[in-house]
């Protein structure tokens, strides 16, 4: 019998990531996939939270071979063949023809990526080798055991067997996986959220979206784009290599509608419901096969017991809105880092769990009000608007180093922020006709000033958020933070490394005039 510290199942990003941290904190580590690499998994965007998180983990635990990873332009020169998509920002059309484009970054050498994740997640799990983990696919657990000092885990890698005892075992199997089957666990509710399923592929030969207005504050495809219609959306992702990934979430009563379990053929009527998607799609071609999920929301009864940890992604998921997910699981792997040396794990999993499960139900709030909005642009923008206001305020606080500003996942935590949002979340369930809605923007923007670094909600910017110097240094007092202090954020995270950046863009020149 092997005699390990560590088990971890599932060498997904989060798994060999997990593995990697580790075995640089000196732990002996076994890391089991049930597949083989290179294989297609879904998960691909990034943003600037989940960028900020991957650096602080590479930086922490002597990663240097990771960190290119986040950002475009360190991805381009360091790994030029493992694919992803330039990702500069969110782009949503709204079937009323509304749109928001929010900027994520001021220019592509420090923008977000979409992760083209069969090479990702290939080159993550090579990495993880290469500094010593010990890693064997078409894994099959048979039994897993748990007693006082850690679990027996017996199975096959392949044709060979394996037997081995660790003190701990962690879960990044992703939602409804090992242990939630093995340890027959309860399903919990989902607070806020509808019933949801999903229709996804890859393609080739999609084509450029088309947007209202030439001048953008980003090329409105190098981005997330969304397409939000009445129960759902589309999501749109390129990368670089030629393949665009692309599906719809959407609740179960417009699932029904659209037949999405038929697959394949139900594409066609998502098209129809999105028409805007049709002259895109025209010539595309599905390089993968179509992949339906019957329930896409997903939250553990139980996250961690006293030799087990289950990663966020194991422990729930709520939609691909927003694109939380890369965040709450380097959140979750960065607070399992921090324990797994200690003394008393057992005591500080259970600490682990209640925050991942909170953080899960912010997301879950979040996600909840958008979809319960997605026939209201206006109320759907403003409830994106209360997101963006706290990420770019967790951002930036980060960036600063002053942690403490940014309480908790969204500012969840915040004592003043975090109630509030609350309250308007739960009120965008119950919205009634526009003058409703004039009264909860107006109330959205309340909440959100002092923490906004923006400008959103700045009519004159008419849904085009660009990512400005000049905004955060007018911003600064929202953050305690000087003039000195700005620039020298803004010149370590290379925010002027761009010819055209650091100075007010022709585009905000224009708008700022009409
Ligand atoms: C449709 C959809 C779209 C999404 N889009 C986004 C997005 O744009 N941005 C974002 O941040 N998040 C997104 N997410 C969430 C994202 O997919 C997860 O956060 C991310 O994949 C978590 O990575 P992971 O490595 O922990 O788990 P996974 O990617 O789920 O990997 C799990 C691994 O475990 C292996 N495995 C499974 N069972 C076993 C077993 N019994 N034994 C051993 N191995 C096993 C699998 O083969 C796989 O390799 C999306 C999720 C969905 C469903």
């Known amino acids: 019998m092997v005699q390990v510290d560590l088990v971890i199942a599932g060498a997904g990003f989060g798994g060999s990531l997990m593995a990697m941290i580790a075995h640089q904190l000196g732990l002996s580590v076994v890391l089991l996939e049930q597949g083989t690499h290179p294989r297609m998994a879904i998960g691909e965007s990034t943003t600037p939270l989940s960028n900020l998180l991957l650096e602080r983990l590479c930086k922490t635990y002597d990663l240097p071979r990771v960190a290119p990873l986040v950002k475009w332009g360190s991805w381009q020169r360091a790994y030029p063949q493992v694919a992803c998509g330039l990702k500069r920002g969110f782009s949503f059309f709204h079937q009323s023809g509304g749109e928001l484009l929010v900027a994520a970054s001021p220019h592509n050498e420090i923008a ?54 660790a003190r701990l075992v962690i879960d990044a199997t992703g939602p409804r996986g090992l242990l939630y089957r093995a340890l027959q666990l309860a399903e919990s509710p989902m607070p806020g959220m509808p019933a949801t399923e999903s229709l996804y592929s890859h393609f080739t030969e999609v084509s450029g979206t088309e947007c209202g207005e030439s001048i953008t504050p980003y090329p409105v495809d190098d981005a997330a784009v969304h397409h939000v219609f009445e129960g759902g959306w589309v999501w749109v992702l390129r990368f670089n290599n030629g393949v665009t990934s692309a599906g719809v979430a959407a609740t179960q009563a417009v699932a029904k509608e659209l037949a999405l379990s038929d697959g394949e053929p139900a594409w066609a009527r998502v098209l129809d419901r999105v028409p805007r998607l049709k002259p895109q799609f025209e010539r595309a071609v599905a390089c993968q096969p179509f992949r339906y999920m019957p329930a896409i929301s997903f939250r553990s009864g139980a996250i961690a017991g006293k030799r087990w940890a289950m990663l966020p992604s194991a422990a729930g998921f709520v939609d691909p809105l927003l694109s939380t997910g890369f965040a709450l699981t380097l959140l979750g792997i960065e607070r399992l880092a921090r324990i797994l040396r200690s003394s008393d794990v057992s005591r500080q999993l259970q600490t682990y769990a209640e925050q991942t499960e909170c953080e899960l139900l912010t997301a879950s709030r979040l996600i909840g009000a958008l979809y319960a909005t997605m026939g209201n642009f206006a109320a759907f923008t403003a409830v994106s608007l209360l997101y963006f206001a706290a990420v770019s305020l967790s951002e930036t606080s980060q960036r600063l180093g002053k942690l403490e500003l940014a309480a908790g996942f969204l500012l969840d935590q915040h004592p003043v922020f975090g109630p509030a949002t609350r309250v308007l979340l739960e009120r965008a369930h119950k919205l009634r006709g526009d003058e409703d809605t004039r009264a909860f923007t107006h109330e959205v923007l309340r909440v959100i000033e002092p923490f906004n670094l923006g400008r959103f909600g700045d009519p004159a910017l008419r849904n085009r958020y660009p990512v400005h110097a000049e905004d955060l240094l007018d911003a600064r007092s929202k953050v305690g933070a000087s003039r000195e202090e700005i620039m020298a954020m803004l010149e370590k995270t290379g925010f002027s490394d761009s010819p055209s950046a650091n100075r007010r863009s022709l585009h905000s020149a224009s708008v700022k005039k009409a």
């Open 112 to 165: 977000d990526t979409h992760w083209y994740r069969a090479e990702v997640d290939h080159f993550l799990v090579m990495e993880a080798q290469r500094l010593g983990v010990n890693y064997r696919d078409r894994a099959r657990i048979e039994t897993l055991d748990f007693a006082e000092d850690g679990a027996t885990i017996v199975g096959h890698a392949g044709e060979e067997p394996f037997h081995i005892h």
